[in-house]
């Protein structure tokens, strides 16, 4: 139905939309699975990363817009897992907040969801987050003891109450740990990522490479206290628990393949060029220009535009984690931009071999003709611009926190980069996302 | 039993429809099934068996789905637990039918021991969970098999108005069990087939220990090479074997809402699945439909393949 003349001047009547800032971030540093953060609750560790960022731009007692945050791993406890984290931090009690929850994009879409409201003026000012511990992962009982449970507790007399519970068999009572393997398929994500990594012919030095380079660009950003205003410590955690600063490319070469053994090319994913199993939290700040203005804060970045993808991997028409390589070609060619024009680009490494998949698709003239419409290769990422401060291979992947991770780091390198160059041409970033269920989740920032 | 009735002429031939007042239990059958086993014993060391099929149709009229047992089988073949009967579970529906067929009295071979080695549905339309089925069911094509001898199982789900809405063919194959006045092997699409060549995998199951015993369960189906490894072995079958069902519909359930309304599903089954087992599994689009292969992942040798086409 066509909208009505007074719809049409309903619509006119909103705001326009506007720039949505990021303004900073904090997060916790990233602790590796049984580590430092081991006894500490996904509550706790949102609390304690929002409770830095208060502390660091002096939001205490004050009333943010909205809190928005999510775990992968969760709790049923946690049904309000950031508005819990919201009244146990140093916020004002009338901070609303909600959950989100995306897989591995989770993060991500919480600074895209609320930049948009920002964007439409129903916001000021806003807190995107994430948290994920492997540590603490929410452990279920079996389906038939979890059954009996539920029928005894409806139950209205002893003898009905006994005769669910007699249905409970000693083998029912083994715990139901969460699972990381698609529902769909059976496969592990490092087994779907093994087939994608056969199917495009990644070799394991280039991964090897690649982890490398993450450790080795992670651990010089630390050193020169580029994470200084980024990260609060917690629990005597004081730097990313997984980073590895003396490991070498013969040390990643001895380690053995751990995924893609039972096919028929050689096996080259390892525990190296794999992200490993982490707890912790991020968030990131954002806000309008006139927020921003009156709380004095100088803005970093602006969030431009997102765009979500999704593959078929079920039925073996793309590789689990390739959303991102048909996402962010959709998301430039709305904006009329290429490649060349970001100074930065964030892949999140899932795995090594998930940022190589994805640059081998646009950089194949086959897969730019055939399956993004193009008239050749979509393009190529210069190396030097991938990933400047090490990404998720070294610095670990506590599932929801990534996204929080990614942008407050880069946007903070956006800003850096436009002070070096005042008054230039527009600085870019481009930052994707891969996740669980074929899921792809990207975004552009430009520095403010 | 109540009185006969005439054939009909959909697919029924001269046979005589034997209206039932209710879907007989497995149970009871499984008994009869297992006492075939004991005059089989005589027929095989004579090396024959009964020379025709029986030439009788049972139907039941106003068959309704059981909620919760669907939503079980449902969640147990990785099915979205919609209103909609998947096309496996009136197959369940319907398979106390088919066996007492294979139970009555001149079966040529008995139910025990015999080989699902290939099945096809026609789904015509979606059969749902709040309308009653007519279900029918039947045997047909009685031939000698270089191994034995096969009959096919057929069953019919009609609706309210007598419109078909499902049709199923189980093949079946008793091993040794040889018609002396039918010589000769017939025409075996089993040994044309190419040799089999394992694909890319998009997924791998893992079927539990007691997977026959939970598809058992659903399905009504407690034939106890799937229950027991005890009498797996009595078959010949290192440990329990998946109900070869239970692997076809997890494929069609994979091939998901994709299929449409009507479709033919079709499955060929191979090597059974010893449980509990992880086998290899490839479920993708063709030129028309989808295709699919489930095989061991370390020998690469098959346990079934199939495909689900549009009609």
Redesign the interface.
């Known amino acids: 139905m066509p909208p009505t003349a007074r719809q049409a001047a309903a619509r006119a009547t909103g705001p326009a939309p506007r720039r949505a800032l990021v303004l900073g971030g904090n997060r916790i540093p990233f602790a590796r699975a049984g580590g430092a953060y081991a006894r500490s609750s996904n509550q706790d560790m949102l609390t304690a990363a929002l409770d830095g960022l208060v502390a660091r731009y002096g939001l205490q007692g004050e009333t943010i817009g909205e809190v928005a945050a999510g775990a992968v791993l969760k709790h049923s406890r946690d049904f309000n897992l950031t508005r819990e984290s919201v009244l146990g931090s140093s916020l004002a009690p009338t901070t609303p907040a909600f959950d989100l929850q995306q897989a591995c994009a989770t993060g991500l879409e919480t600074v895209v969801s609320l930049a948009n409201k920002i964007r439409l003026g129903q916001l000021e000012s806003a807190i995107a987050g994430g948290v994920d511990s492997t540590s603490d992962a929410p452990v279920a009982v079996s389906d038939r003891l979890r059954r009996a449970l539920l029928e005894a507790s409806r139950a209205r007399s002893a003898g009905a109450r006994l005769a669910a519970l007699a249905k409970v068999r000693p083998?029912d009572l083994a715990p139901a740990t969460p699972r990381t393997d698609?529902p769909?398929?059976?496969?592990s994500m490092g087994?779907h990522q093994a087939?994608t990594t056969a199917?495009w012919g990644i070799s394991r030095e280039a991964q090897d490479e690649l982890a490398l380079a993450s450790h080795q660009r992670l651990a010089a950003a630390w050193d020169a206290g580029f994470f200084d205003d980024l990260v609060t410590p917690y629990r005597g955690q004081t730097q990313d628990g997984n980073l590895r600063r003396d490991t070498s490319l013969e040390k990643l070469a001895a380690l053995r393949p751990t995924f893609g053994l039972?096919l028929d090319t050689p096996a080259t994913m390892t525990a190296g060029n794999s992200t490993p199993l982490t707890d912790g939290a991020a968030t990131v700040l954002l806000g309008s220009e006139s927020w921003a203005a009156a709380h004095d804060v100088t803005p970093l970045a602006a969030v431009v535009d997102a765009e979500a993808g999704a593959v078929d991997?079920?039925?073996?028409?793309d590789g689990l984690l390739m959303a991102p390589a048909f996402a962010v070609p959709r998301l430039l060619a709305r904006n009329g931009l290429t490649l060349d024009d970001f100074a930065y680009v964030e892949i999140h490494e899932a795995f090594a071999s998930t940022v190589l998949t994805t640059l081998a698709a646009w950089e194949s003239e086959q897969f730019g003709r055939e399956r993004l419409g193009l008239d050749g290769a979509f393009g190529k990422v210069d190396p030097a611009r991938l990933n400047v401060h090490g990404s998720s291979l070294a610095a670990g992947h506590p599932f929801a926190a990534t996204g929080g991770r990614i942008v407050a780091t880069v946007s903070k390198e956006l800003h850096r980069a436009r002070v070096a160059a005042p008054g230039g041409p527009p600085i870019r970033a481009l930052v994707s996302v891969c996740a669980a269920g074929g899921l792809g989740l990207t975004a552009i920032l430009e520095a403010a | 039993m109540t009185a006969a009735v005439p054939p009909t002429g959909d697919g029924l031939g001269d046979r005589r429809v034997v209206t039932l007042p209710a879907v007989p239990a497995l149970g009871g059958l499984y008994v009869k099934g297992l006492a075939g086993v004991a005059t089989s014993v005589v027929g095989r060391r004579l090396g024959r068996g009964s020379g025709a099929l029986p030439d009788v149709a049972y139907e039941v009229a106003g068959v309704r789905a059981d909620a919760a047992r669907l939503t079980a089988y449902q969640h147990l073949v990785g099915e979205s637990a919609s209103d909609a009967l998947p096309a496996g579970f009136v197959h369940v529906l319907a398979f106390p039918l088919a066996v007492a067929v294979m139970t009555t009295p001149g079966f040529p071979f008995p139910l025990v021991g015999a080989v699902h080695v290939a099945n096809r549905v026609e789904q015509h339309r979606e059969a749902r969970l709040d309308e009653p089925l007519t279900l029918r069911a039947w045997s047909q094509g009685l031939r000698s098999h270089r191994a034995g001898t096969q009959a096919e199982l057929v069953v019919t789900a009609s609706d309210a108005d007598g419109e078909r809405v499902w049709t199923g063919v189980s093949t079946y194959l008793a091993k040794g069990v040889h018609l002396t006045d039918r010589p000769g092997p017939a025409d075996d699409p089993a040994e044309e087939r190419t040799p089999f060549v394992a694909p890319v995998p998009t997924g791998r199951w893992q079927l539990p220990a007691d997977e026959g015993r939970l598809y058992a369960a659903v399905s009504g189906d407690r034939n106890p090479i799937h229950v027991s490894s005890l009498a797996a072995k009595g078959f010949g079958f290192p440990r329990a074997i998946a109900h070869g069902m239970d692997t076809a519909a997890r494929a069609l359930a994979a091939v998901g809402a994709a299929h449409g309304p009507a479709f033919v599903w079709t499955a060929e089954f191979a090597r059974p699945v010893l449980l509990p087992g992880s086998p290899a599994v490839r479920v993708a689009r063709d030129v028309d439909g989808f295709a699919y292969a489930v095989w061991d992942a370390r020998s690469g040798k098959p346990h079934l393949t199939g495909t689900v086409r549009p009609v």
């Open positions: 083998r698609e769909r398929t059976g496969l087994e087939l199917q039972a991997f079920v039925h073996g028409v």
